[in-house]
């Protein structure tokens, strides 16, 4: 998870409209606290804050071509990278993260390169030789990405919309599965399945097709050069990814790096049945679990959601829980608070 913002031909290019820009980009500072990141180009903003997974030591964004005349700005993971990098080999790498992959590939194919991602992924793209731009985000809408239009003409994209909100006339979500062209200055859609028109499939089920295709899913998901874990809340669909995961943990690169044993995470209030649950799955399947059971922590998290997610989830708790849930929404966590218990 990382933020991006990018500003493309905005009228007022000063010192003090790029401040006011990297003003923005913190707003998405709980996106990516490793790095924030940002590339200027006459009235062309890509800013980034970063958390690094792939290559932390040296790929940092915004993310270049050879000669740094296309920039791009990317929240996400392609797990192709590597079979990518194959059909590249006259280009030059300056990282090993896997996002870079996409500024070669819109050198070598232009817009039409989106397909070839697998991934989840929302980014922007400058190519500062005609001050071009594209945008787009993955098929099914993993990575969050907004589209708002400023009074000026310019055109603004962001992870979340309160990066949008003050300074754009109109904003909305970015549709899936969609590339947006500053060349037609309209969306079109990318992702076209041979299923996509079906209002009934046509395949047949097939169980052990279905196994095959989420088990992919999941180990491709473990690529990573930092330690991770599940989230784990005991319910049929997150025990299932974690018990791919424990499954493969041992001949991945990870196990050899951190140890094969499948890290989990569980938070919730206190005699909350997920928390119960989750340790049952955990103790099942071997897994070093932590849990949280910090209101606090919760009330953190609530902050950074939008409006409708955050109704939405604080009047279900504040009906079975109590009003006192609601309160200090901004309270910053001190540097010492214990946030998981081991078990």
Not at 321 to 340: A, H, I, P, R, T
């Amino acid at each position: 998870m990382c933020g991006i913002l990018a500003v493309l031909g905005i009228a007022d290019n000063s010192q003090a409209k790029r401040s006011r820009i990297i003003e923005l980009s913190r707003r998405l500072r709980h996106r990516g606290p490793d790095w924030s990141g940002l590339h200027c180009h006459e009235d062309c903003y890509l800013a980034h804050q970063r958390l690094a997974i792939v290559d932390p030591a040296s790929g940092d964004q915004p993310l270049y071509n050879e000669d740094k005349t296309v920039a791009v700005t990317v929240n996400g993971e392609i797990y192709n990278h590597r079979e990518l990098r194959e059909k590249l080999k006259s280009h030059q790498f300056r990282t090993g993260s896997d996002c870079e992959v996409i500024a070669h590939l819109y050198e070598e194919y232009g817009e039409e390169f989106v397909d070839m991602l697998d991934g989840m992924f929302s980014f922007v793209l400058l190519d500062t030789r005609d001050k071009s731009f594209i945008a787009a985000r993955d098929a099914i809408g993993i990575t969050p990405l907004y589209i708002g239009w400023g009074l000026d003409g310019s055109v603004w994209f962001a992870s979340e919309m309160k990066a949008l909100s003050d300074d754009c006339e109109r904003f909305m979500s970015f549709l899936p599965g969609h590339i947006y062209s500053s060349k037609t200055g309209e969306l079109r859609r990318w992702y076209n399945p041979p299923w996509y028109s079906e209002h009934i499939p046509s395949a047949p089920y097939d169980s052990l097709v279905l196994r095959k295709a989420f088990e992919k899913a999941v180990v491709k998901r473990l690529m990573t050069d930092v330690p991770f874990g599940v989230l784990l809340s005991g319910g049929l669909d997150s025990s299932l990814v974690a018990s791919v995961a424990s499954r493969y943990m041992k001949d991945s690169k990870a196990a050899f790096q951190w140890g094969s044993q499948l890290h989990s995470f569980c938070i919730g209030l206190k005699g909350s049945p997920d928390l119960k649950a989750a340790r049952e799955v955990a103790d099942y399947l071997g897994t070093r679990h932590r849990w949280g059971t910090n209101e606090k922590l919760i009330i953190q998290i609530l902050a950074h959601r939008n409006a409708a997610q955050r109704k939405l989830i604080t009047e279900t708790y504040a009906a079975t829980y109590g009003e006192d849930l609601l309160k200090d929404l901004d309270s910053e966590l001190s540097n010492d608070f214990q946030v998981f218990s081991e078990s």
